[in-house]
């Protein structure tokens, strides 16, 4: 499995972006998308995951009601809907994908390269 993420940017505290991520190299209908974040100095924390078949999601308490992770079938693309950023949702992004569910980063099999998020206050 391949993931290209993007979407990224430089915004300031209130606006919205949404990142993508493009899975290819095989059938991604076993997997879980998660999508990580690790700020400068900081440990990769969870962010938000959905279940690839289902749609079922699953946030981290500090962006529940703000992000919104999604997919599209057709296209084998994940999304992470981010609303009234924050200064502190700066970090680089990434999306991965694992076959067990999890909020670990350790049992993500693939990952993307990561787009940097900057939120300006």
């Known amino acids: 499995v391949q993931l290209q993420a993007s979407g990224g940017g430089l915004v300031q505290a209130g606006d919205s972006l949404r990142l993508s991520c493009a899975a290819s190299?095989?059938?991604?209908?076993?997997?879980?998308m998660g999508w990580f974040r690790q700020a400068p100095g900081k440990e990769r924390e969870f962010v938000a995951r959905?279940?690839?078949?289902?749609?079922?999601?699953y946030y981290t308490d500090s962006v529940k009601g703000r992000f919104a992770v999604s997919r599209d079938i057709s296209k084998n693309t994940g999304y992470l809907q981010m609303n009234s950023l924050k200064p502190e949702d700066t970090a680089v992004y990434y999306c991965?994908?694992?076959?067990?569910?999890?909020?670990?980063?350790?049992?993500?099999?693939?990952w993307g390269q990561g787009t940097q998020v900057t939120v300006s206050s």
């Open positions: 991965a994908a694992g076959q067990r569910v999890s909020t670990d980063r350790r049992l993500y099999d693939y």
């Open positions: 190299g095989r059938t991604f209908g076993s997997y879980y």
């Open positions: 959905i279940t690839w078949s289902s749609g079922f999601t």
